[in-house]
């Protein structure tokens, strides 16, 4: 189907081109999404004979859309379709010229125009050809200094489409690279999440670092590797970190529908599950460094599984991530060992089971694919196949374990608040007052106390 033909199976914009007979280009994302067979559902439209505005409301008028103005300046608008699913950005060419504004894009693969009513396609810098020979490729190097997040934008898209980056490029980035710290925080945490959506995250990345953008991201990198390889991980610690991320998707990929609904969900950011979990495995082991010590030969990472939560949840906190993501991401580190732990236990039973999945709740899926993804990175001489089996084994039985129970979980009841414990015990507010609180909620996790009267003789039997 040529381009044309699916701009008339558009319906959206097959009624602009039926209906409206101006000058009109599709252009960026959505032709390339086109071209490569994908859906897309937000859609730049420029328009050469007449003011950006004055379409924009014919448009919403006809469409019953939203006008949203984006940039006044600039004449930027954007149509909120009726199912708010589909959407319209809407301006003029850049300098009234449909070449000029092609030539001011980011990457080839992003500046190609298609007119909606004759199909004749604008593509002065063989976009078409890099989307065949999936390549990803510059315009002009003084795109980059004009908006240095463009730097960043070249990992997102070689994340999401697996595309190869030529050298020619990679130097580019290389000599502007310092440039990253100038755009907002906001729009690099748009850019970085998208990166983490894609299926080739863990070659972005890899091709981040090589091009020495990563550690300007994310400068915990240098510690992560300068962690060896050991008899427990085939890889140093950074490549491990890359590994975890690329087993999640494998994983993920390999998981029934119903599984991958729950990680596709958009919970917290704007973005999926799957995309803050990649994001999670890419940090879970940024504690080790800290905590990395040498006993007999054997390398150890104490609590480093506390200690890498506390750190990631300062570092998102720095870069403005959101609490629900900050407190999600440091969450699946803080507990990424968890599930291996629960079913490593000599008797596992319903009991032991059905406290983690109290504990995790609707985490519990998420926190199993990274805890597998991790199992799966580390490879080292003492790791048997045998030993990974039994692990990704046991671990599948909490998941099939999770998702016959979720159904029946509710949240468990807050039995006595701290005002009513220090009343019973006669006690004031102190780091003990915590302590009972704790043990009086993994006794209801494990099931021990169940109500009030209980939670009250728990409490003046225990023990702190």
């Given at each position: 189907?040529?381009?044309?033909?699916?701009?008339?199976?558009?319906?959206?914009?097959?009624?602009?081109?039926?209906?409206?007979?101006?000058?009109?280009?599709?252009?960026?994302?959505?032709?390339?999404?086109?071209?490569?067979?994908?859906?897309?559902?937000?859609?730049?439209?420029?328009?050469?004979?007449?003011?950006?505005?004055?379409?924009?409301?014919?448009?919403?008028d006809y469409f019953g859309a939203t006008l949203v103005t984006l940039?006044?300046?600039?004449?930027?608008?954007?149509?909120?379709?009726?199912?708010?699913?589909?959407?319209?950005?809407?301006?003029?060419?850049?300098?009234?010229?449909?070449?000029?504004?092609?030539?001011?894009?980011?990457?080839?693969?992003?500046?190609?125009?298609?007119?909606?009513?004759?199909?004749?396609?604008?593509?002065?810098?063989?976009?078409?050809?890099?989307?065949?020979?999936?390549?990803?490729?510059?315009?002009?190097?003084?795109?980059?200094?004009?908006?240095?997040?463009?730097?960043?934008?070249?990992?997102?898209?070689?994340?999401?489409?697996?595309?190869?980056?030529?050298?020619?490029?990679?130097?580019?980035?290389?000599?502007?690279?310092?440039?990253?710290?100038?755009?907002?925080?906001?729009?690099?945490?748009?850019?970085?999440?998208?990166?983490?959506?894609?299926?080739?995250?863990?070659?972005?990345?890899?091709?981040?670092?090589?091009?020495?953008?990563?550690?300007?991201?994310?400068?915990?990198?240098?510690?992560?590797?300068?962690?060896?390889?050991?008899?427990?991980?085939?890889?140093?610690?950074?490549?491990?970190?890359?590994?975890?991320?690329?087993?999640?998707?494998?994983?993920?990929?390999?998981?029934?529908?119903?599984?991958?609904?729950?990680?596709?969900?958009?919970?917290?950011?704007?973005?999926?599950?799957?995309?803050?979990?990649?994001?999670?495995?890419?940090?879970?082991?940024?504690?080790?460094?800290?905590?990395?010590?040498?006993?007999?030969?054997?390398?150890?990472?104490?609590?480093?599984?506390?200690?890498?939560?506390?750190?990631?949840?300062?570092?998102?906190?720095?870069?403005?991530?959101?609490?629900?993501?900050?407190?999600?991401?440091?969450?699946?580190?803080?507990?990424?060992?968890?599930?291996?732990?629960?079913?490593?236990?000599?008797?596992?039973?319903?009991?032991?089971?059905?406290?983690?999945?109290?504990?995790?709740?609707?985490?519990?899926?998420?926190?199993?694919?990274?805890?597998?993804?991790?199992?799966?990175?580390?490879?080292?001489?003492?790791?048997?196949?045998?030993?990974?089996?039994?692990?990704?084994?046991?671990?599948?039985?909490?998941?099939?374990?999770?998702?016959?129970?979720?159904?029946?979980?509710?949240?468990?009841?807050?039995?006595?608040?701290?005002?009513?414990?220090?009343?019973?015990?006669?006690?004031?507010?102190?780091?003990?007052?915590?302590?009972?609180?704790?043990?009086?909620?993994?006794?209801?996790?494990?099931?021990?106390?169940?109500?009030?009267?209980?939670?009250?003789?728990?409490?003046?039997?225990?023990?702190?």
């Open positions: 189907m040529n381009l044309l033909q699916q701009i008339i199976s558009d319906d959206i914009l097959n009624k602009i081109k039926t209906e409206f007979p101006n000058e009109v280009y599709l252009v960026g994302g959505a032709v390339r999404d086109f071209i490569l067979g994908k859906k897309n559902f937000d859609r730049d439209l420029l328009v050469c004979d007449e003011d950006a505005k004055s379409f924009s409301l014919k448009l919403a940039d006044e300046q600039n004449k930027i608008y954007r149509l909120v379709m009726p199912d708010k699913l589909n959407y319209l950005d809407i301006t003029n060419p850049l300098e009234n010229s449909l070449l000029t504004d092609l030539q001011r894009r980011d990457l080839t693969i992003n500046a190609i125009a298609v007119n909606i009513n004759t199909g004749e396609v604008v593509d002065p810098h063989q976009g078409v050809s890099d989307l065949q020979n999936k390549i990803i490729n510059y315009i002009h190097e003084k795109n980059f200094t004009d908006d240095p997040l463009r730097l960043l934008r070249v990992f997102r898209f070689q994340a999401n489409l697996g595309f190869s980056l030529p050298q020619e490029l990679c130097d580019v980035v290389k000599k502007y690279k310092h440039l990253i710290s100038k755009p907002a925080v906001e729009r690099k945490i748009y850019e970085i999440v998208k990166l983490f959506s894609g299926e080739f995250a863990h070659l972005a990345l890899l091709k981040m670092d090589e091009c020495g953008l990563l550690e300007l991201i994310f400068p915990v990198i240098n510690e992560l590797k300068q962690v060896p390889p050991n008899s427990h991980h085939h890889l140093d610690l950074f490549n491990h970190s890359i590994e975890t991320v690329r087993q999640v998707t494998a994983i993920y990929n390999s998981l029934s529908e119903q599984l991958k609904e729950h990680l596709d969900t958009v919970d917290f950011g704007g973005f999926s599950r799957i995309a803050h979990l990649r994001l999670a495995g890419f940090l879970h082991d940024i504690g080790k460094f800290s905590t990395w010590s040498i006993i007999d030969g054997r390398h150890r990472f104490i609590k480093h599984d506390d200690v890498g939560s506390k750190l990631a949840h300062d570092l998102l906190k720095s870069m403005n991530f959101s609490n629900k993501q900050t407190e999600y991401i440091s969450l699946m580190i803080k507990y990424h060992i968890y599930p291996s732990n629960v079913m490593s236990a000599d008797d596992v039973n319903e009991k032991i089971m059905m406290r983690y999945v109290r504990r995790m709740d609707r985490n519990s899926i998420d926190n199993i694919v990274l805890a597998m993804a991790d199992r799966l990175s580390a490879r080292g001489p003492e790791i048997t196949d045998e030993i990974v089996n039994k692990n990704i084994s046991s671990l599948t039985r909490l998941l099939n374990f999770y998702l016959d129970k979720k159904e029946t979980l509710k949240p468990l009841p807050k039995l006595l608040s701290g005002n009513e414990i220090m009343s019973i015990l006669n006690i004031t507010p102190s780091p003990v007052l915590g302590n009972i609180v704790n043990a009086l909620y993994d006794a209801q996790l494990n099931g021990d106390v169940t109500c009030r009267d209980e939670a009250i003789i728990f409490i003046k039997n225990l023990k702190i």
